[in-house]
């Protein structure tokens, strides 16, 4: 499962202790990742990376997972994701100048 999600095993014994990751147990007590899983640590990284805490990304993920299916939470929590979600706008604006700076430079170098 490591390879195959790019993390270290000990990151996968964090998300699991975080409550992010649930694989199942076999009877010897080794993790059987199921390939599902591998999307959900993609997604789990992504969410980290624009900046939400594991506390906002364990409650969040069901949602992601089943917002068609799952019950309205509660006010206080959509305020906290769309706090989350604004800042993530602002983080993605800042990133979006900086890589079209970055282009503008390469252009320019390209062009001499």
């Known amino acids: 499962m490591s390879e195959r ?3 270290s095993p000990r990151l996968l014994r964090y998300y699991e202790e975080q409550g ?3 694989p199942r147990r076999e009877e010897n007590g080794y993790r059987d990742y199921d390939e599902a899983l591998v999307e959900r640590v993609e997604q ?3 969410l980290l990376n624009a900046g939400l805490t ?3 990304i364990r ?3 069901p949602c992601l997972a089943e917002a068609a299916t799952r019950e309205y ?3 206080d929590f959509v305020s906290r994701v ?3 979600r604004d ?3 602002e983080r993605l604006e800042c990133l979006t100048k900086n890589l079209q700076a970055i282009d503008a430079y390469l252009d320019a170098v390209a062009q001499r």
């Open 5 to 7: 999600a790019g993390v």
């Open 54 to 56: 594991t506390e906002i």
């Open 73 to 75: 939470p509660a006010p």
């Open 87 to 89: 800042r993530m706008a």
């Open 44 to 46: 789990i990284r992504s």
């Open 82 to 84: 769309q706090q989350e």
């Open 20 to 22: 992010l990751l649930s």
């Open 59 to 61: 409650e969040v993920l």
